[in-house]
T-cell receptor, first 113, second 116 residues
Framework: DGGITQSPKYLFRKEGQNVTLSCEQNLNHDAMYWYRQDPGQGLRLIYYSQIVNDFQKGDIAEGYSVSREKKESFPLTVTSAQKNPTAFYLC????????????FGPGTRLTVL | KQEVTQIPAALSVPEGENLVLNCSFTDSAIYNLQWFRQDPGKGLTSLLLIQSSQREQTSGRLNASLDKSSGRSTLYIAASQPGDSATYLCASLKMYSGGGADGLTFGKGTHLIIQP
């Protein structure tokens, strides 16, 4: 089955801890994205990567970090510097030529206790 | 900065009705306009993508239109069914001078309920 997987589905973190969210795709897509969704809100772009070993900040990158060491993987780390990390995090991928849609994973719901 | 607005925020209609969801965007320099569906607690499912050079796209009972000059897009759902109940999100892919794949700018969505 081709698609995007995110793990875990639910994640709880104590205040002050860093946590890493996993995103893997087997669609052979070049581009990958991380979005954050808050209740009643649309998605906001955190980071995106057009190619391996390269990534750019989105609209709300502060308090987050990413890496893109492999084409299939784009993990997101939520650091203790992120002031309000409780949210629903969605990963997406696309071919990357601006003509194709983005395909989304099932999401990870992060709750800070 | 691109801003995307969706009206109405919520809509409840009886089964069988035709309905229209509205989306507006502030910057017409876009690559494409996309419509997604999101079920509660789930990821997004792509419904329709309209390239900037196109006026509309159709898939089954769904039809999406794009008017770049006025900064508007509509999603038309024909003969609505209870299974259409979900949140519908509109998103634009803006042009940047550097090219390449950039992130989407989303509206806040329209929460749609189809009453059986």
């Amino acid at each position: 089955d081709g698609g995007i997987t995110q793990s875990p589905k639910y994640l709880f973190r104590k205040e002050g801890q860093n946590v890493t969210l996993s995103c893997e795709q087997n669609l052979n897509h070049d581009a990958m994205y991380w979005y954050r969704q808050d209740p009643g809100q649309g998605l906001r772009l955190i980071y995106y990567s057009q190619i391996v070993n390269d990534f750019q900040k989105g609209d709300i990158a502060e308090g987050y970090s990413v890496s893109r060491e492999k084409k299939e993987s784009f993990p997101l780390t939520v650091t203790s510097a992120q002031k309000n990390p409780t949210a629903f995090y969605l990963c997406a991928s696309s071919i990357g030529d601006n003509t194709d849609t983005q395909y989304f994973g099932p999401g990870t719901r992060l709750t800070v206790l | 900065k691109q801003e995307v607005t969706q009206i109405p925020a919520a809509l409840s209609v009886p089964e069988g009705e035709n309905l229209v969801l509205n989306c507006s965007f502030t910057d017409s320099a876009i690559y494409n306009l996309q419509w997604f569906r999101q079920d509660p607690g789930k990821g997004l499912t792509s419904l329709l993508l309209i390239q900037s050079s196109q006026r509309e796209q159709t898939s089954g009972r769904l039809n999406a239109s794009l008017d770049k000059s006025s900064g508007r897009s509509t999603l038309y759902i024909a003969a609505s069914q209870p299974g259409d109940s979900a949140t519908y999100l509109c998103a634009s892919l803006k042009m940047y001078s550097g090219g390449g794949a950039d992130g989407l700018t989303f509206g806040k969505g329209t929460h749609l309920i189809i009453q059986p």
